[in-house]
Nanobody, 122 residues
């Protein structure tokens, strides 16, 4: 497994931007498909975006064209650039890693960070 630590969350007004980071341990970071998920109070954890080791990406429809997932393999870091934020984006955001394929299913990911809170005010 890989250890993951998220950072970059905070309070932002609607229409603003934030960039989340996820620092990973381990020398094989570049081979892991990675994902971002989020969980709002009283709701199930939902998929946000994922990136394969090749760099190809997939997004939830709700964030497409607003969020960008990227990775810096030499720095062992995953990013989520979030633009045009909406109040409904408020949630705890988690990064995750899988030894399998990049999917939208939380159950397919084996390693998780502790989460970082993102709050978007209207």
């Amino acid at each position: 497994q890989v250890q993951l630590v998220e950072s970059g969350g905070g309070l932002v007004q609607a229409g603003g931007s934030l960039r989340l980071s996820c620092a990973a341990s381990g020398r094989t970071f570049s081979t892991y498909p990675m994902g971002w998920f989020r969980q709002a109070p009283g709701k199930e954890r939902e998929f946000v975006a994922a990136i394969r080791w090749t760099g190809s990406t997939i997004y939830a429809d709700s964030v497409k064209d607003r969020f960008t997932i990227s990775r810096d393999n030499p720095k062992n870091t995953l990013y989520l650039q979030m633009n045009s934020l909406k109040p409904e984006d408020t949630a705890v955001y988690y990064c995750a890693a899988t030894g399998g394929r990049a999917t939208s299913r939380p159950g397919d990911y084996e390693s998780w960070g502790q989460g970082t809170q993102v709050t978007v005010s209207s």
